[in-house]
């Protein structure tokens, strides 16, 4: 299997702009978290779904984002519109099963810098 | 929400050296993660465990649940194995993670 994959690795675009992130997660995988990593506040949780399913949003920061996944292989992050404090790395990561534990798999990442 | 204490922060050592990164949380947890990220570079699921010992490789990672308490030990470290080294706990009851701030580890050859 090829991973979790994630679109685009870097991103560069100014403030204001709409800016869509894109993974694919391992296929039979029935988890699908988003993280966001900063330098300041680490790894944080953004959103994760359950058979497609949003289950928990609350770490999604305010109304500029939002994340669907419309199958079990892919889901997107959406920043509109994008602001300079949205600058991170951020993380998709997909797991197996249905319990609560289970080893994460991480894609490699999307880098945005907003400008 | 669970707190996830790490230490030390920083660790820096020489080549052939013993780890050991420690990790507290403050919550009863099923299972705790250790993550290894290089630099600029994705995320690594090194360790889930629930309890006692696992190892892989020259990694090992002990948990005592009782004392709330988890370890990552790396024996005859190398320089490849410098990387930040995070460990995280579920909060109670949901699949959210807690992750500590990490230890940024440097072997020296």
């Known amino acids: 299997d090829a991973g979790v994959i994630q679109s685009p690795r870097h991103e560069v675009t100014e403030m204001g702009q709409e800016v869509t992130l894109r993974c694919k997660p391992i296929?039979?995988?029935?988890?699908l978290f988003w993280y966001r990593q900063t330098m300041m506040r680490g790894l944080e949780l953004l959103i994760y779904?359950?058979?497609?399913?949003?289950?928990?949003d609350s770490g999604m920061p305010e109304d500029r984002f939002s994340a669907k996944m419309p199958n079990a292989s892919f889901s997107t992050l959406k920043i509109q519109p994008s602001e300079p404090r949205d600058s991170a790395v951020y993380f998709c990561a997909s797991r197996p099963g249905q319990v609560l534990t289970g080893e994460l798999f991480f894609g490699e990442g999307s880098r945005l810098t907003v400008l | 929400k669970n707190e996830v204490e790490q230490s030390p922060q920083n660790l820096t050592a020489q080549e052939g050296e013993f780890i050991t990164i420690n990790c507290s949380y403050s919550v009863g947890i099923s299972a705790l993660h250790w993550l290894q990220q290089h630099p600029g570079g994705g995320i690594v699921s090194l360790f889930m465990?629930?309890?006692g010992k696992k190892k892989h490789g020259r990694l090992i990672a002990t948990i005592n649940i009782q004392e709330k308490h988890s370890s990552l030990h790396i024996t005859a470290s190398h320089p490849r194995d410098s990387a930040v080294y995070i460990c995280a706990a579920p909060n109670f009851g949901n699949e959210k993670l807690t992750f500590g701030t990490g230890t940024r580890l440097t072997i020296i050859p």
């Open positions: 779904f359950n058979n497609n399913v949003p289950i928990d």
């Open positions: 465990l629930s309890s």
């Open positions: 296929s039979g995988h029935n988890s």
